[in-house]
């Protein structure tokens, strides 16, 4: 079945950088566009970034735009999302996901990896 | 950006009842809109898509409808599994959620 484990989280300080990554099982990996979905504590859902199966493609949410990266190697499996100036706006726990009709929706996520901005 | 609004916040039902809740988009997304359930600690998980269609494996007591700018979902008869937060998401201008409502035991 589809499995998605994200890493990468942890504490950073404000203004310092983190890269998270995605593994993929279960699926076509290189076949499926990809996302990433935040979740700030006790808060609601924000799409952070999409990439498309061939990594092509890339969009944005505008608060992140300039400041995250999203890529994937696709001969790994494995999704990546490179953070730089982090702020306490960016702490979250970041869900990686699949695309579902192409771009519109997410079938199946991963249970999150959790980002801490503090000094 | 189009935003979407869930009211109320909060919802309490007793296990068997119907549950209807709303979802409002700022401008019309067309039918471009999906429920989500999530459970405390959990991922989100796809309920409906393109306002009315059922994920695959969701139970027939999910159903959703609406378009343009108004949506609803309706669980016809509660089970305890059900009690969790639900979001709306829209695809037709970027993507958005909406702020989430709480389906809580009366």
């Known amino acids: 079945q589809v499995h998605l484990v994200e890493s990468g989280g942890g504490v950073v300080q404000p203004g310092r950088s983190l890269r998270l990554s995605c593994a993929a099982s279960g699926f076509t990996f290189k076949t499926y566009g990809m996302h990433w979905v935040r979740q700030a504590p006790g808060k609601g859902l924000e799409w952070v970034a999409i990439?498309?199966?061939?990594?092509?493609?890339?969009a944005y949410t505008d608060s992140v735009k300039g400041r995250f990266t999203i890529s994937r190697e696709n001969s790994k499996n494995t999704l990546y999302l490179q953070m730089n100036s982090l702020g306490a706006e960016d702490m979250a726990v970041y869900f990686c996901a699949r695309d579902f009709e192409i771009g519109k929706y997410i079938d199946y996520w991963g249970q999150g990896t959790l980002v801490t901005v503090s000094s | 950006e189009v935003v979407l609004t869930q009211s109320p916040a909060t919802l309490s039902f007793s296990p068997g009842e119907r549950a209807t809740l709303s979802c409002r988009a700022s401008?019309?997304?067309?039918?471009?809109l999906a429920w989500y359930q999530q459970k405390p600690g959990q991922a989100p998980r796809l309920l409906i898509y393109d306002a009315s269609k059922r994920a695959t494996g969701i139970p027939a007591r999910f159903s959703g409808s609406g378009s343009g700018t108004d949506f609803t979902l309706t669980i016809s008869s509660l089970e305890p599994e059900d009690f969790a937060v639900y979001y709306c998401?829209?695809?037709?201008?970027?993507?958005?959620f909406g702020p989430g409502t709480k389906v809580d035991i009366k």
């Open positions: 998401q829209q695809c037709s201008d970027w993507r958005t």
């Open positions: 401008q019309s997304v067309s039918s471009c």
């Open positions: 990439i498309g199966h061939d990594g092509s493609y890339k």
